[in-house]
């Protein structure tokens, strides 16, 4: 029997002792009592205070987060009530079929999940982190934490719990195209648009995709020298061994963008949203990287996986500070292909 790898596909480990920050910052500013609701489709809904909530029996669990944005941490050690003890005090109704939480942020944002599946998963209304109480920054005081699914689907700043008929996207799925089943061991990251052929082919041959929208871009291998894309949203964009010399990606979202073995020479990616993009194996030499965020991407193989690094001189514009956002093997090598001091 084949052992499964400890990672999922295309993900690092963050730094040791690291938990990155992703998306919102804070819970919204609110003078009421914290509560948690559970409603919707049950017999007997619910409202607890944070008091009431902690004196519910807790548990701790060992559980491996997996951001979307291609970091891994592993065996983080949670406490906090099981969420299948709260569905049995609300005692669903015979055609609750999905769940929604939605969170005490400045939008309310949400996420959703089948409830069959989250009582399979086995998730946590968690309060606590590696023995202290859980920092609003990673969704203190309450979130919940849905082991074997991408980390989205963990709401930071719980305050609603409703029970569905019918599904009911949330922010990330419904606006960012983000995959709803969110399997990281099947990079479930993006839903792929079905793009009309002959309006992109009409944009690659004007080689301007400034503006547009094109999740799931298919441009492998294409010839787009002197590309306009800026400000394009190119989230999960397949541009690999694509000859993007001199393109032009400012303030675009490259997001788990696939750019291997890609011709960047002299492309501008300032301000760029080029979190776990993958740069492996592309030439990078005078790309001018200032201000993009690189949370997550990747520039080398990382331990284990075979060597394909990208190209990289000291032409190539990356400050020292964005490096802190990476892991420690694609700091390394960013380092030594750099120049920068140790």
Known sequence: MTERPVLPPNQALAAPGKWPVVGEQAPRADDAPWT???????????????????????????????????????????????????????????????????????????????????????????????????????????????????FYKSLKWLERIELLAEDRLGYWEDRMGYHNRADPWAEERYVVRHLDRRTVMGLFERRDLSGQDLLGLLADGMGLEGLNARGALLRNAQFRRADLRGADFAGANLSNAHLEAADLRGANLRDADAEGADFRGADLRGADFTGASLFGASFCAEPGQPAMDARIDPSTRIEAAQLEKLSPAQQDFLRRALGLPG
């Open 36 to 150: 948690v609701a559970l409603d919707g489709l049950v017999e007997a809904p619910q409202r607890w205070s944070l008091d009431a909530l902690r004196a519910l029996p807790q548990t701790e669990r060992i559980i491996d987060i997996h951001c979307v944005t291609r970091w891994s941490k592993l065996g983080a050690r949670f406490e906090g009530v099981p969420f299948r003890l709260l569905i049995e005090a609300a005692r669903p109704r015979p055609e609750a079929r999905f769940v929604s939480f939605v969170a005490r942020s400045p939008r309310a944002h949400s996420t959703s999940m089948p409830l069959a599946d989250l009582l399979a998963l086995d998730p946590l209304v968690a309060f606590r982190y590696e023995g202290e109480e859980l920092a609003a920054i990673h969704g203190g005081p309450v979130r919940m934490v849905v082991p074997g699914r991408y």
